[in-house]
């Protein structure tokens, strides 16, 4: 894909930045690289250098991309959820998914491994602004649901399917148990009707 027309600065680095995310997805976190994005795009390594410093400033500047945009789709998710319009599960399946197939998870450990502690910042702090955002009243009930929830989805982006084989178990285990939990604290929150054992039996 290349860009001919003249972009404004923010809509160049938002092309860069989604030129990345396909980068990652398609070819893993050690694809992204500043040479291999300005190709992609049609720019030159030194617009590149331009917007982001350095590889390790776009992989930070993508953690934060991805962490902004999965966030807000959680955050649709969760209030359609609280409507009726939606379910727990796409809640969990998103975030599960932001880790996994959107290379979340691979991305914050290839930054991880190479040095660039700060590499988590990004996601941790949308993370927060999302549970500040969903929390009722600041009653903060949600917050350890919310944090046990992206835990577990970071390990099973990470381990989950080797392990799941491993233990004989479905590959799915992890997100049944995330949405059980979601589910129940939702209750206990006052968030969600109770469900009936035909529910839970189901």
């Given at each position: 894909m290349s860009?001919?027309?003249?972009?404004s600065q923010e809509e160049s680095r938002t092309?860069?930045?989604?030129?990345?995310?396909?980068l990652l997805i398609e070819l893993g976190p050690q694809a992204v690289t500043l040479k291999a994005v300005a190709a992609r795009i049609g720019r030159t390594h030194a617009n590149l250098l331009h917007h982001f410093g350095s590889a390790a400033g776009l992989q930070k500047a993508l953690a934060e991309h991805l962490a902004i945009t999965i966030c807000a789709t959680v955050e649709e998710a969760v209030l359609?959820?609280?409507?009726?319009?939606?379910s727990a599960r796409e809640v969990v399946d998103l975030a599960f998914d932001a880790f996994d197939k959107e290379?979340?998870?691979?991305?914050?450990?290839w930054m991880l491994m190479n040095g660039n502690e700060d590499a988590l910042d990004p996601l941790v702090s949308a993370i927060h602004d999302l549970v500040?955002?969903?929390?009722?009243?600041?009653?903060?009930?949600?917050r350890g649901v919310a944090h046990a929830l992206c835990l577990m989805a970071m390990g099973d982006a990470l381990?989950?399917?080797?392990?799941?084989?491993?233990l004989k178990l479905p590959r799915t285990t992890a997100r049944d148990i995330a949405e059980a939990m979601l589910v129940n604290q939702a209750v206990k929150a006052g968030l969600a009707p109770a469900r009936s054992e035909d529910d839970q039996a189901s």
């Open positions: 860009i001919r027309k003249r972009l092309v860069a930045l989604e030129a990345a995310r396909a359609a959820s609280r409507k009726g319009e939606g290379g979340g998870g691979a991305l914050a450990s500040q955002d969903l929390d009722e009243f600041g009653s903060g009930q949600m381990l989950g399917g080797a392990l799941a084989h491993s």
